[in-house]
């Protein structure tokens, strides 16, 4: 299985602050790359699928890059809706695989 | 808008079997896509369980394929899992949802999740 391991484990941020997330696969997984938001009682939110493509609906304030083995998700200005638990999730191969999740917390 | 929600089972005992329904609505669900399950563990990370598609074509994590079976019901537009021989380390959150894709699935649908504990 692909390992996805996710940094950091946690943040504490401000509203307005810039926030980045680090996602890094065991193997080259190319751009097969998706980025999830999950808040306790909520349906799991997909922001971005193939490392950068923005989902309909999703605020631009997030994005994503990377490739490879490295990604990043980057939320240029938080807002109250945002604090919440991200997770990057690898698919290229079977079984599709999780990273460990970022708790992002108020300040 | 495609919308998914699980049925709560209670509280399961182990070695028992843990049965969920998720009853989707806003999308025929013969129509196409893999219709799965995913976990969450208390304080871990998510889980892919498995997957199905309406011909009857499923997928299933290999750490839990000897024990798991998901079904779908197209006249009542409902997906199915089954867990089998359950212990504790079996309870977590579990989350239907749409699979978008073969190559580079991303899960683009989502149930809100239920917690079920396995307790004797």
């Known amino acids: 299985d692909i390992q996805m391991t996710q940094s950091p484990a946690s943040l504490s941020a401000s509203v307005g602050d810039r926030v980045t997330i680090t996602c890094r696969s065991s193997q080259y997984i190319s751009t097969f790359l998706n980025w999830y938001k999950l808040k306790p009682g909520e349906a799991p939110n997909l922001l971005i699928s193939a490392a950068s493509n923005l989902q309909p609906g999703v605020s631009s304030r997030f994005g994503g890059s990377g490739s490879g083995t490295e990604f990043t998700l980057t939320i240029t200005s938080l807002q109250p809706e945002d604090f919440a638990t991200y997770y990057c999730q690898q698919a290229y191969s079977n079984p599709l695989t999780f990273g460990g999740g970022t708790k992002v917390d108020i300040k | 808008q495609v919308q998914l929600q699980e049925s709560s089972p209670g509280l399961v005992k182990p070695s028992e079997t843990l049965s969920l329904t998720c009853t989707v609505s806003?999308?025929?669900?013969?129509?196409?896509?893999?219709w799965g399950w995913i976990r969450q563990p208390p304080g871990k990370g998510l889980e892919l369980i498995g997957s199905?598609?309406?011909?009857?074509?499923?997928y299933y994590n290999p750490s839990l394929k000897s024990r798991v079976a998901i079904s779908m019901a197209t006249s009542s537009n409902q997906i199915s899992l089954q867990l089998q021989s359950v212990t504790a380390a079996d309870t977590a959150v579990y989350y239907c949802?749409?699979?978008?894709?073969?190559?580079?699935?991303?899960?683009?649908?989502w149930g809100q999740g239920i917690l079920v504990p396995v307790s004797s």
């Open positions: 199905v598609y309406y011909t009857g074509s499923s």
């Open positions: 949802a749409r699979l978008h894709g073969i190559m580079g699935t991303k899960i683009d649908f």
């Open positions: 806003g999308y025929s669900i013969k129509n196409g896509f893999y």
